[in-house]
C-alpha cells in the first residue's frame, strides 16, 4: 500500500499560534481524511479533505479552527489555528482509494500547547 | 456507520494463538469488514479485511461468520509485538472514511 510521510512528528507551541501538519504520499490516491487522537482514546474524524473543493467536516470541527488544504492528489495539510492547550492531541492523515482497499496511515504528529 | 462491539481488553501469551472476537449484528450486504491495529506511538496499520469468505494474508486470518453478524481476528502465534490495540470497523466503499470504535487492547505476556 502507499506510504504516508507526515510532518512534524511532535511540537510544542505557545497557546495562541498556529501549527501546519503536512501529509505527503508516495502515490495520488482518491480520499485522504485528517483524524485526532486524544491521550488514552480512539481515532475521531475531523474531516475529508477534497481535492480542489473544501474539505468536509465533522460535527464539532469547523474550517476557522482546523483549515484544510489538498491541492494535488499527493499531498494534504491540516492547520491547528489560534491553539489552546485543549487541542493537545495527536493529529493524524489517511489515505484511502478504492471500495475494497485498506487505508493507511501517517505516523502521526504530536502536538502539545502550552 | 454500522456498529462495532469488540471487548476491551485481552490478554495471550506469547507463542498462543489469540482470537479476537468483533459482533457487527447491523452490517448490511456492502460492509466490508476491515481490521486495524495501533501499536504504542504509531499510527494505524492495516491488518486484514474480508467480506464474506475467511481471508489469510502474512499478519492474520479473518473468519467471518455465515450470516456476517461476527467475526473473529486469528494471530497465530502472538509475539510481544503484537501488544496493540486492534480495531474491527466496517467500511462500505473505499470512499468513505473509517470510523474507530474503541477497539480491543491486546496484551502479551512472556
Known amino acids: 500500500s502507499a506510504v504516508i510521510s507526515q510532518k512534524p512528528s511532535r511540537d510544542i507551541c505557545q497557546r495562541g499560534t498556529s501549527l501546519t501538519i503536512q501529509c505527503q504520499v508516495d502515490?495520488?490516491?482518491?480520499?485522504m481524511f485528517w483524524y485526532r487522537q486524544q491521550p488514552g482514546q480512539s481515532l475521531t474524524l475531523i474531516a475529508t479533505?477534497?481535492?480542489?473543493?473544501?474539505?468536509?467536516?465533522e460535527s464539532g470541527f469547523v474550517i476557522d479552527k482546523f483549515p484544510i488544504s489538498r491541492p494535488n492528489l499527493t499531498f494534504s495539510t491540516l492547520t491547528v489555528s489560534n491553539m489552546s492547550p485543549e487541542d493537545s492531541s495527536i493529529y493524524l492523515c489517511s489515505g484511502r482509494q478504492g471500495r475494497s482497499t485498506e487505508a493507511f496511515f501517517g505516523q502521526g504528529t504530536r502536538l502539545t500547547v502550552v | 456507520d454500522a456498529k462495532t462491539t469488540q471487548p476491551n481488553s485481552m490478554e495471550s501469551n506469547e507463542e498462543e494463538p489469540v482470537h479476537l472476537p468483533c459482533n457487527h449484528s447491523t452490517i448490511s450486504g456492502t460492509d466490508y469488514i476491515h481490521w486495524y491495529r495501533q501499536l504504542p506511538s504509531q499510527g494505524p496499520e492495516y491488518v486484514i479485511h474480508g467480506l464474506t469468505s475467511n481471508v489469510n494474508n502474512r499478519m492474520a486470518s479473518l473468519a467471518i461468520a455465515e450470516d456476517r453478524k461476527s467475526s473473529t481476528l486469528i494471530l497465530h502465534r502472538a509475539t510481544l509485538r503484537d501488544a496493540a490495540v486492534y480495531y474491527c470497523?466496517?467500511?462500505?466503499?473505499?470512499?468513505?472514511?473509517?470510523?474507530f470504535g474503541k477497539g480491543t487492547r491486546l496484551s502479551v505476556i512472556a
Open positions: 479533505a477534497n481535492q480542489g473543493s473544501e474539505a468536509t467536516y
Open positions: 470497523i466496517l467500511s462500505p466503499t473505499g470512499n468513505t472514511p473509517l470510523v
Open positions: 502515490s495520488q490516491v482518491t480520499m
